[in-house]
């Protein structure tokens, strides 16, 4: 089977159970920003490798991931799926998934030394930037689930919760990739 299905060629798509809807529909936008967001955090993950906070860093980023399918698997769901999809296989995101990047968060804040002097401006390493442009790509997705929210009330606020939460985690870790970078020792040729 090809990729090129030519079933979108008229503007519609597939949610999960076999839905069809247009491609402008918020699930499906939605679904674009939480995929720009997972293939950013791919960017994080490669640029980290080999650098600072790997293989720390990168598994966590990669664990994420994985999450962010079951996010987007509940994200492809119609009010009216919303019971089948809750009965599936398919796993939906959790308050535990949430408290879990709490627990990073606040593992980060409390036990790692991070320098906020040049948090606005972010660059100073490929690690770091990546981050950054993650957090704003979590951000936008954040931003479309809460919109598609607001026309579908059975979505769970986890996925919303989740997304904040993930911003901050990104955002802190920029700041540890830029800081423990920037306090290295400079190595002589």
């Known amino acids: 089977m090809s990729i ?9 798509t597939s949610l ?4 069809r809807v247009p491609k402008t529909d918020p699930h499906i936008v939605c679904n674009g920003a939480l995929d720009e967001l997972n293939a950013a955090l791919g960017m994080a993950r490669a640029c980290l490798k ?5 293989p720390f860093l990168t598994r966590q980023i990669f664990s994420i991931q994985r999450e962010l399918i079951v996010l987007m698997g509940e994200i492809a769901v119609l009010p009216e799926d919303r019971e089948r999809h809750s009965n599936s296989e398919y796993g939906v995101v959790t308050v535990a998934m949430v408290d879990a990047l709490t627990a990073q968060v606040k593992d980060l ?3 790692h030394r991070i320098d906020f002097h040049r948090w606005a401006t972010p660059g100073d390493g490929m690690g770091s930037a990546a981050l ?3 957090r704003t790509a979590c951000r936008r997705a954040e931003r479309a689930v809460l ?3 607001e ?10 919760r989740y997304l904040n939460r993930l911003s901050d985690l990104l955002w802190l870790w ?9 306090n290295q020792p400079a190595t002589t040729a």
């Open 4 to 12: 090129a299905t030519q079933t979108g060629d008229h503007g519609e």
């Open 16 to 19: 999960l159970f076999g839905r």
């Open 50 to 54: 080999d650098g600072v906070g790997d």
């Open 109 to 111: 804040e409390t036990h």
């Open 132 to 134: 950054e442009v993650a």
């Open 147 to 149: 919109a598609l929210r």
């Open 151 to 160: 026309g579908d009330a059975t979505l769970s606020m986890d996925i919303s």
């Open 174 to 182: 920029a700041r540890w990739v830029e800081t423990t970078e920037n």
